[in-house]
């Protein structure tokens, strides 16, 4: 059974960092598109961050500015999100996705239940 699941989220002050992390089981995150996906209530789900680890490619958000950076663990099927100089605005549920990249996983999109990301003084 596939599992994503987020850790991390929590309340921080503007300008403060936090660290997600995605954690998959029953697939390799090596043989798949990961990628961070946020939502507010009321708008789409916006892309964040997503890393091929085996293309060493990553992509990001106009907003993110520079701010963020996603990373694969060594060894691990565990994806991280680093977050650095948090606004108001990044006030979100953060959302794992695994998306199948290569031809035996290209079926493959699982996505996490989410974590809540609170930035507020």
């Known amino acids: 059974q596939v599992q994503v699941v987020e850790s991390g989220g929590g309340l921080v002050q503007p300008g403060g960092s936090l660290r997600l992390s995605c954690a998959a089981s029953g697939i390799s995150v090596s043989t798949h598109a990961m990628s961070w996906y946020r939502q507010v209530p009321g708008k789409a789900r916006e892309l964040v961050a997503s890393i091929v680890s085996f293309k060493n490619e990553t992509a990001y958000g106009d907003f993110v500015k520079g701010r963020f950076a996603i990373s694969k663990a060594d060894g691990e099927d565990t994806v991280y999100l680093q977050m650095n100089r948090l606004e108001p605005e990044d006030t979100a549920v953060y959302y794992c996705?695994?998306?199948?990249?290569?031809?035996?996983?290209?079926?493959?999109?699982?996505w996490g239940p989410g974590t809540q990301v609170t930035v507020s003084s």
């Open positions: 996705n695994a998306r199948g990249a290569t031809i035996a996983t290209i079926r493959n999109n699982y």
